[in-house]
């Protein structure tokens, strides 16, 4: 296991796509987080899993954006119909349950949507 | 509510001499806070938090609750700190807010 890994790590798509990104966390972490970051921003926060019940979801999570952690294991992040606006750098992190516990990001999934 | 203001976005030093990057936060409770950095082609990683009062890579970072900032220190900055640096505060772990960052340039 070497750390929090995230496919593909670059996605074009046409507006009005559909795109599904895939998310592994560290093996022994409940906690799974996904961020989006836009150019000349820090990771904003989309929603987090605790093993696999949703436990929170930003409201810059539209109902385009749908994310599932099935078994608690890996997480995917669904966008429907893309626009041009959810082109960003999508950002996974994992963790464990504690206070003060440090999060381990993925190098994340370029989406461009032309 | 923005919890976590990083004002500067740009910061160049010379190598050797002092960096102090800034943050403030919003948040009423018990904060916990954290510093994040990002090397060129690198993922986002931990640098050090405040609970473990700890220097990393001769940083340091002091909790202020009355001023509610977290300043990130360095007495002598080396070129390899050249970086994007995101102050970031969690809520009991459920979330992390982060800061816009500081991209931090270190001049020979």
């Known amino acids: 296991d070497t750390g929090v890994s995230q496919d593909p790590r670059h996605k074009i798509t046409k507006r009005g796509q559909n795109v599904t990104f895939r998310c592994d966390p560290i093996?022994?972490?409940?906690?799974l987080y996904w961020y989006r970051q836009t150019l000349g921003q820090g990771p904003e926060f989309l929603t987090y899993?605790?093993?696999?019940?949703?436990?929170?979801k930003s409201r810059l999570l539209s109902d385009r954006f749908s994310a599932e952690r099935p078994k608690g294991s890996f997480s995917t992040l669904e966008i429907q119909r893309t626009e041009q606006g959810d082109s960003a750098m999508y950002l996974c992190?994992?963790?464990?349950?504690?206070?003060?516990?440090?999060?381990?990001f993925g190098q994340g999934t370029r989406l461009t949507v032309v | 509510a923005q919890r976590v203001t990083q004002p500067e976005k740009l910061l160049s030093v010379f190598k050797g001499a002092p960096v102090e990057l800034k943050c403030n936060y919003s948040?009423?409770?018990?904060?916990?806070l954290f510093w994040y950095v990002q090397y060129s082609r690198q993922r986002l990683q931990l640098l050090l938090r405040?609970?473990s009062r700890e220097s990393i890579k001769g940083f340091t970072a002091d909790l202020n609750k009355g001023e509610t900032s977290f300043h990130l220190k360095k007495p002598f900055a080396q070129e390899e700190d050249s970086a994007m640096y995101y102050c970031a505060l969690s809520l009991f772990g459920n979330q992390f807010y982060f800061g816009t960052g500081t991209s931090l340039t270190v001049i020979p």
């Open positions: 992190a994992s963790s464990l349950e504690t206070r003060n516990t440090e999060a381990f």
């Open positions: 405040h609970i």
């Open positions: 899993f605790q093993n696999e019940a949703q436990l929170e």
């Open positions: 093996s022994e972490h409940n906690r």
């Open positions: 948040y009423s409770g018990s904060p916990e």
